[in-house]
Nanobody, 126 residues
C-alpha cells in the first residue's frame, strides 16, 4: 500500500504564493510519476501538474502554466507544487496522486493514478 500525505494548503490573497508538499511512502511505491489534481465545489477533478521521477519531465494544465512549478526531492520521496500569482479561481482542494505502474492512459488523466492523498484546501481571496 502507498500512503500520500499532503501539506501546505491554506488561505492566501490573490497574487500570493503557496507551496504544497506530498510525502510518499509504502512498499509498493513505484516511483514512476507523481501528479497534482484539484477539485473545486461542483466541478470535475482537474489536472494541475505531473512529473516523472526519472528524468524530471514535467506536465502542466493550461490554467497553471507559467505560474505553478512541480518538483521532487527524490531522497525524501516528496513532490512539491510551488504556486505563484495565485488567483481566486485556483481555490480548490488539491490532491497528489501516484500510479502503481505506468498505464496506457495519459498522465494528465486521473485514471492514470492508483493512489490519492487526502487533499489539502487552498483558498485564494480576491
Amino acid at each position: 500500500q502507498v500512503q500520500l500525505v499532503e501539506s501546505g494548503g491554506g488561505l492566501v490573497q490573490a497574487g500570493g504564493s503557496l507551496r504544497l508538499s506530498c510525502a510518499a511512502s509504502g512498499r509498493t511505491f513505484s516511483r514512476y510519476a507523481m501528479g497534482w489534481f484539484r477539485q473545486a465545489p461542483g466541478k470535475e477533478r482537474e489536472f494541475v501538474a505531473a512529473i516523472l521521477w526519472s528524468g524530471g519531465r514535467t506536465y502542466y494544465g493550461d490554467s497553471v502554466k507559467g505560474r505553478f512549478t512541480i518538483s521532487t526531492d527524490n531522497p525524501k520521496n516528496t513532490v512539491y507544487l510551488q504556486m505563484n500569482s495565485l488567483k481566486p479561481e485556483d481555490t480548490a482542494v488539491y490532491y497528489c496522486a501516484a500510479p502503481a505502474a505506468p498505464k496506457a492512459v495519459t498522465i494528465v488523466h486521473p485514471a492514470a493514478y492508483d493512489y490519492w492523498g487526502q487533499g489539502t484546501q487552498v483558498t485564494v481571496s480576491s
